[in-house]
């Protein structure tokens, strides 16, 4: 049981390059989300997901998509990245939203 | 959008010393949970509270949850070097169901 893992662990990109973070979980869960933490700051949710097939925004979605096809996958992708995108990257998942497990991250750095 | 302070953002205290951390809203949640993150790790889930009023402890952690179900404290006693480390409280509210949103944190330095 690897719990929620993420791949890569640590990203540098060009700005406009695109890419995907990779998230997965192996406990079954209905539930996974995506965060992002700025230096010193807590937790903003981008993405979130209560089932596969089902995804919504959360409060800074813009510039970033996901897609949920199955129940382990969960995986983020930046567009056209920026040099505000530069952060540690957060997947979580959960039977549900309120007892989450938390990945181990992906930092992520734009020039 | 519903917003979650929390307070202190910083806490610097001797060790054997007790300290409270303060989470509110000015809307009602639907439940709140403390997370504990170290340097370079995720955060972890320390206790979910959904009922107002409701008391959790956690060794020498103690959770309350506001009797309106607008506000949350940890409370920690007799605090030593291991606790330190970033403390966040979040919430889910009945008008956003389903997204949990965090607070900024409090980072805790507890010197021996």
């Known amino acids: 049981n690897a719990g929620v893992t993420q791949t890569p662990k640590f990203q540098v990109l060009k700005t406009g390059q695109s890419m995907t973070l990779q998230c997965a979980q192996d406990m079954n869960h209905e539930y996974m989300s995506w965060y992002r933490q700025d230096p010193g700051m807590g937790l903003r949710l981008i993405h979130y997901s209560v089932g596969a097939g089902i995804t919504d925004q959360g409060e800074v979605p813009n510039g970033y998509n996901v897609s949920r096809s199955t129940t382990e996958d969960f995986p983020l992708r930046l567009l056209s990245a920026a040099p505000s995108q530069t952060s540690v990257y957060f997947c979580a998942s959960g039977f549900a939203e309120e007892t989450q497990y938390f990945g181990p991250g992906t930092r992520l750095l734009v020039l | 959008t519903q917003l979650l302070e929390q307070s202190p953002q910083f806490l610097s205290i001797q060790e054997g010393e007790n300290l409270t951390v303060y989470c509110n809203s000015s809307s009602v949640f639907s439940s709140l949970q403390w997370y504990r993150q170290e340097p370079g790790e995720g955060p972890v889930l320390l206790v979910t509270?959904?009922?107002?009023?409701e008391v959790k402890k956690l060794k020498r952690l103690t959770f309350q949850f506001g009797d309106a179900r607008k506000d949350s404290s940890l409370h920690i006693t007799a605090a030593q070097p291991g606790d330190t480390g970033l403390y966040l409280c979040?919430?889910?509210?009945?008008?956003?169901?389903?997204?949990?949103?965090f607070g900024s944190g409090t980072r805790l330095s507890i010197r021996p």
């Open positions: 979040a919430g889910e509210w009945y008008s956003s169901a389903s997204k949990i949103i």
């Open positions: 509270v959904v009922t107002g009023g």
